[in-house]
């Protein structure tokens, strides 16, 4: 479905099942695909590896359905198991380099967040095809963050890299086109999405914004 070479992506959902609240992962997931939103992370970080797994071949069979790619984060063994379009990873996660020596899927996606500057020049950036701004703003949702980027950071960031670069972290209808302008290839969101009451319309909102 997807070749590395090529990450045409704008709007990005990463979902848990505790971030969708009481509601289904499912659902919000679908109603955000109808909405706009073009790939997603199942990011699970309550579940071990069965229940991530079972959890996320549930998601694929409706990111499939879609033709859109669903992308695991950091357990390779369920993104391998799947398989997925792709793994995300953090600074102190199962490296990509590690990731690419494992898992031999000339497709697959590796995305890799940037939570220092350092990162940039280290070899886990230059394996990976897209990179994450990690975070953008402060958020509630993700608390153990090191550097807030902000918008100046990403335009910093922008000027040191040709990789796709993903910008997540408190991004919502309002400041999504000031984080476009500022050098993001693509915006990631949990809350803006799976908090919302109408997920369908939070998606199609973000999803105006970009291509405005
Ligand atoms: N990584 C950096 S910030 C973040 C992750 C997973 C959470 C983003 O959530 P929200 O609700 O879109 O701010
Ligand atoms: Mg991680």
Redesign the pocket.
């Known amino acids: 479905m997807n070749t590395r070479a090529h990450f045409p992506y704008q709007l990005y959902l990463?979902i848990s099942q505790a971030d969708c609240g009481g509601r289904g992962y499912l659902e919000v997931a679908e109603q955000a695909i109808l909405g706009g939103v073009d790939i997603i992370q199942l990011?699970e970080k309550l579940l071990g590896t069965a229940g991530f797994l079972e959890a996320a071949k549930r998601l694929k069979d409706i990111t499939d359905k879609h033709n859109i790619p669903l992308i695991i984060n950091d357990n390779l063994q369920v993104a391998m198991s799947l398989p997925a379009a792709g793994i995300h990873v953090g600074n102190s996660d199962i490296p990509p380099v590690q990731i690419r020596s494992q898992w031999d899927a000339s497709s697959a996606y590796v995305g890799y967040?940037i939570e220092y500057i350092d990162q940039l020049a280290n070899k886990q950036a230059a394996v990976s095809d897209y990179l994450g701004i990690?975070?953008v703003f402060r958020?509630a949702?993700?608390s153990d963050?090191v550097t807030e980027w902000s918008l100046d950071g990403i335009t910093q960031i922008r000027q040191l890299t040709s990789k796709k670069l993903v910008a997540?972290?408190?991004?919502d209808k309002h400041n999504a086109r000031a984080v476009v302008s500022a050098g993001a290839d693509c915006i990631a969101?949990?809350?803006?999405v799976c908090g919302a009451r109408d997920p369908l319309k939070a998606a199609y909102e973000l999803k105006n914004e970009l291509l405005k």
């Open positions: 990463v990011r967040s990690s975070p958020t949702t993700k963050t997540i972290g408190n991004i969101v949990v809350s803006a």
